[in-house]
Every structure is written in structure tokens, then in C-alpha cells.
């Protein structure tokens, strides 16, 4: 039987938004597997230490930390730098921070689409440009964290959804321009955690009736797609996996 730790021990991975909730668990699922790990987050510094040292737990001196606003563009790059600098290499990057909130048609302010934009869109793609010529050094990848609603757009979330459609038009045109050595693919999550400012009651059961298995998703199932495009997944590139419990086929 094939050992997970031999196959990406002493590879890095950089992932934004790395602290809580779906970023976590990408994080701890990666680190489970062999890999040495760069910590991005913004405000949650004290989540992001305690991820840290419960994976150094583990495995020490094996996990990095890296505080930044991904919406200051010129700064990008020193995230890129925190991975080479610890670790000489980078072999993946994670393009897993987000906004999310409504934006109702009339009620959109300007700086509610330059957030909205930048975190979802704007900073993954710098990121990812920063992050190139590392990756190209590793025959590294890319993946993305999309949503199903860039391509079906929900409700009083126009912005938010136009950003996470070009961001899977970004998956198919980096995999084009990155390759042959970086590839480059996408996970789009349904229902695997409600948002942070919640929703009714009434408001999830109407969500998960509209999915095939009838019943939310967990964190885990997006951080082992990840881990599989990751390891498991040489050929595939320019892909976006939809991770949703069937809701995209229902109508």
C-alpha cells in the first residue's frame, strides 16, 4: 500500500485564508498527507497559531505563518516569498480566501465590488502570477476554491457571483498559460458550511431539499478533493470539480 507521506513529503504548499473552516481543513489534510505548510491569513492570528502548533504537533518546524491583506496587490509576492524563504521551494498554491455577502441590484456600493472582486478574482490572480516561476521550477499546481454559483448565479449575490465565474474562467485560462509544468484546476463547494452571518432555519432545509443526497457536505469533502487534484490527479488540468451533493443537477 502506497504511503501518502512518501509521495508529498518535503513538498510546500501556500494557502490563503489558511486559519478557519474550509481553509483549516485543507490545511490539516495537506499536512496529514506529508506536506510543509505556509499559513496565510489576515485577522484571525490567533486561529492561525493555534493550526500551527496543533500540526507542528505532529511534525515540527513544519508549518509557516504569514499575515497579509490580499487586497494590497504590491504585497502579494512576499507571500510567495514566505514559502521559498522557509522552505527553499513552493509546490502548490491554494487559492482558498474569500468574501462573501449580499449585494442586492441598487443597493451595490463601489467598495462592496472592489472587495468583493478582489478577494474572490483580483488577489487569486496576482497571487497566482507571483507564484509562477516558483511553480514552474517544482512542476507545481494551482487550485482555486470556486463556488457553484459562478456559473449559477444565487440571489442578491451579483457581485460575488460574477467574481466566482471569472475565477473558474481564470482556472481554464491559467491551466492554458502555466502549462506544461504548472497545473492549474478548481473545487467548487455547494453546501458544506452555512455562512458566517448565518441563515434561517427554513432557509438550509430549502437549500440541502435541492440536492440529490438531501444532506450538507463537511469541510473534509472539499480538502480531500483538493488532496486529490493535488496527488492523485497528474493529467487533469484546466478543471473545476463541482463538490455539492448533486445540487447542480437539479433545476
Not at 506529508?34 to 496565510?40: E, I, N, R, S, T
Not at 484546476?185 to 443526497?213: C, F, K, M, Y
Not at 492523485?232 to 473545476?240: K, L, M, S
Amino acid at each position: 500500500m502506497r504511503d501518502d507521506r512518501e509521495t508529498l513529503a518535503g513538498k510546500v504548499a501556500l494557502i490563503t485564508g489558511a486559519a478557519q473552516r474550509i481553509g483549516a481543513e485543507i490545511a490539516r489534510t495537506l499536512h496529514q498527507a506529508g506536506m510543509d505548510l505556509v499559513l496565510h491569513y489576515y485577522r484571525s492570528a490567533r486561529a492561525a497559531d493555534e493550526l500551527k502548533r496543533e500540526l507542528e504537533s505532529e511534525r515540527s518546524e513544519s508549518v509557516g505563518l504569514v499575515q497579509g491583506d490580499l487586497h494590497d496587490t504590491r504585497a502579494l509576492a512576499r507571500l510567495v516569498d514566505a514559502a521559498t524563504d522557509q522552505f527553499g521551494r513552493l509546490d502548490l498554491l491554494v487559492n482558498n480566501a474569500s468574501t462573501f455577502y449580499p449585494t442586492p441590484l441598487g443597493e451595490v456600493s463601489e467598495a462592496q465590488w472592489d472587495d468583493l472582486m478582489g478577494t474572490n478574482l483580483k488577489a487569486p490572480f496576482f497571487l497566482a502570477q507571483a507564484a509562477a516561476q516558483a511553480l514552474r521550477r517544482t512542476s507545481g499546481c494551482i487550485v482555486n476554491l470556486v463556488d457553484i454559483h459562478g456559473e449559477r448565479p444565487l440571489k442578491d449575490h451579483p457581485v460575488y457571483s460574477m467574481a466566482k465565474s471569472g475565477n473558474a474562467m481564470m482556472v481554464r485560462s491559467l491551466a492554458r498559460e502555466l502549462g506544461p509544468e504548472v497545473r492549474v484546476n478548481g473545487v467548487a463547494p455547494g453546501a458544506i458550511l452555512w455562512p458566517e452571518q448565518g441563515l434561517s432555519e427554513t432557509a438550509q432545509h430549502e437549500i440541502l431539499d435541492r440536492t440529490a443526497l438531501k444532506r450538507p457536505g463537511a469541510p473534509a469533502d472539499i480538502a480531500r478533493t483538493v488532496l486529490f487534484l493535488v496527488r492523485d490527479a497528474p493529467y487533469i488540468t484546466g478543471q473545476v470539480i463541482t463538490v455539492d451533493g448533486g445540487r447542480s443537477t437539479q433545476h
